[in-house]
């Protein structure tokens, strides 16, 4: 099966050696996308101190920005944000951010139904209160 690896000229640049989506066939795998920013380390909604210590968050701001950053992806591979099918979503504080997080999804997907997941973890790679992993289908 032909594999072809896709990378973003829009969206953030991995934190490690991976791309930012494999496609296999018709399916699209992508790697866990957060809210950060292209090109610098700002992270969107988050005020961090000298030794990289979060002092607040805005999970709102996070949530735009994540999803942002995954339609970026998918444009990129040649899918579409309608071709989503299922995203596993990981939150650093579930009682406090699923239910925002949970409105601004009924906002995003409300003409596309993908299947979800979501788990609470304690920490993602960088300053982040959201990570999605998602998978979609290229026509």
Same mark, same amino acid.
């Given at each position: 099966? +032909?594999?072809?690896?896709? %990378?973003? $000229?829009?969206?953030?640049?991995?934190?490690?050696?991976?791309?930012?989506?494999?496609?296999?066939? %018709?399916?699209?795998?992508?790697? !866990?996308?957060?809210?950060?920013?292209?090109? +610098?380390?700002?992270?969107? !909604?988050?005020?961090?101190?000298? %030794? !990289?210590?979060?002092?607040?968050? $805005?999970?709102?701001?996070?949530?735009?920005?994540?999803?942002?950053?995954?339609?970026?992806?998918?444009?990129a591979s040649g899918s579409s944000w309608d +071709?989503?099918? /299922?995203?596993?979503?990981?939150?650093?504080?579930?009682?406090?951010?699923?239910?925002?997080? %949970?409105?601004?999804?009924? $906002?995003?997907?409300? /003409?596309?139904?993908?299947?979800?997941?979501?788990?609470?973890?304690n920490c993602l790679p960088t300053p982040i209160?959201?990570?999605?992993?998602?998978?979609?289908?290229?026509?």
């Amino acid at each position: 099966m +032909n594999e072809i690896v896709i %990378n973003s $000229d829009m969206a953030p640049e991995p934190v490690g050696l991976y791309p930012h989506a494999r496609r296999v066939g %018709n399916l699209l795998f992508l790697s !866990g996308v957060g809210p950060r920013e292209k090109g +610098n380390n700002k992270i969107p !909604g988050v005020e961090i101190d000298s %030794n !990289g210590n979060i002092l607040s968050y $805005d999970i709102a701001i996070q949530c735009h920005s994540v999803f942002k950053n995954v339609k970026y992806i998918l444009e990129a591979s040649g899918s579409s944000w309608d +071709n989503l099918f /299922d995203v596993t979503v990981f939150l650093t504080n579930m009682k406090d951010d699923f239910p925002i997080y %949970n409105k601004i999804w009924a $906002d995003y997907f409300k /003409d596309n139904l993908p299947c979800r997941t979501t788990l609470e973890i304690n920490c993602l790679p960088t300053p982040i209160g959201i990570e999605l992993k998602c998978i979609a289908t290229i026509l």
